[in-house]
T-cell receptor, first 114, second 112 residues
Framework: KNQVEQSPQSLIILEGKNCTLQ??????????LRWYKQDTGRGPVSLTI?????NTKSNGRYTATLDADTKQSSLHITASQLSDSASYIC?????????????FGRGTSLIVHP | DADVTQTPRNRITKTGKRIMLECSQT?????MYWYRQDPGLGLRLIYY???????NKGEISDGYSVSRQAQAKFSLSLESAIPNQTALYFC???????????FGPGTRLTVL
């Protein structure tokens, strides 16, 4: 069964600090992995996509990494801001021969305090 | 203007009532999805449709039904609402397998 596990479940940090969120998956065959940001009361919005051949991708202060061998991804947030407070969801899609429905993690809730 | 819209945004209803949540999109995508979100459980798939004549059950379809009236419209119905269907409901669209999903603003449903 395809699964996506995220850790930690929640995280509180001070403004300006860095943090790293983790995602482990067992989706097969792997097609891509996305990180979504969901602000409270809103729908998720895609931050970044990682394909099999990519190890690192940045989007401003967000940097995603992918290790396809260990089936792990991380999302690193640099110099956090209050607006980074949100839920971050890891979503993995299967490739040809697998389910065409993406598998969602339960998310990591990040709170940034001033 | 929003690309994916949902109506209503908030709804309070009573046990046993029939409820319809509507989703419209202007992105021209063929694929549409309905999810529910509960605290601590993340987003769970209720139904999905890959084109107008295609309807598929997700992992938690019991108690729900859907209708794909057109490429741009996908409605979710609760035939007889029960309190444990209280949740935040999201509609999403995409234009292909593995492609980015675009979410609506959500409908907060409370069943008393």
């Amino acid at each position: 069964k395809n699964q996506v596990e995220q850790s930690p479940q929640s995280l509180i940090i001070l403004e300006g600090k860095n943090c790293t969120l983790q995602c482990n998956y067992t989706v097969s065959p792997f097609s891509n992995l996305r990180w979504y940001k969901q602000d409270t009361g809103r729908g998720p919005v895609s931050l970044t996509i990682m394909t099999f051949s990519e190890n690192t991708k940045s989007n401003g202060r967000y940097t995603a990494t992918l290790d396809a061998d260990t089936k792990q991804s991380s999302l690193h947030i640099t110099a956090s801001q209050l607006s980074d407070s949100a839920s971050y969801i890891c979503v993995v899609s299967a490739g040809l021969g697998g389910s065409y429905i993406p598998t969602f993690g339960r998310g990591t809730s990040l709170i940034v305090h001033p | 203007d929003a690309d994916v819209t949902q109506t209503p945004r908030n709804r309070i209803t009573k046990t046993g009532k029939r409820i319809m949540l509507e989703c419209s999109q202007t992105k021209g995508h063929d694929r549409m999805y309905w999810y529910r979100q509960d605290p601590g459980l993340g987003l769970r798939l209720i139904y999905y449709s890959f084109d107008v004549k295609d309807i598929n059950k997700g992992e938690i379809s019991d108690g729900y039904s859907v209708s794909r009236q057109a490429q741009a419209k996908f409605s979710l119905s609760l035939e007889s609402a029960i309190p444990n269907q209280t949740a935040l409901y999201f509609c999403a669209t995409s234009d292909g397998p593995g492609n980015e999903q675009f979410f609506g603003p959500g409908t907060r449903l409370t069943v008393l």
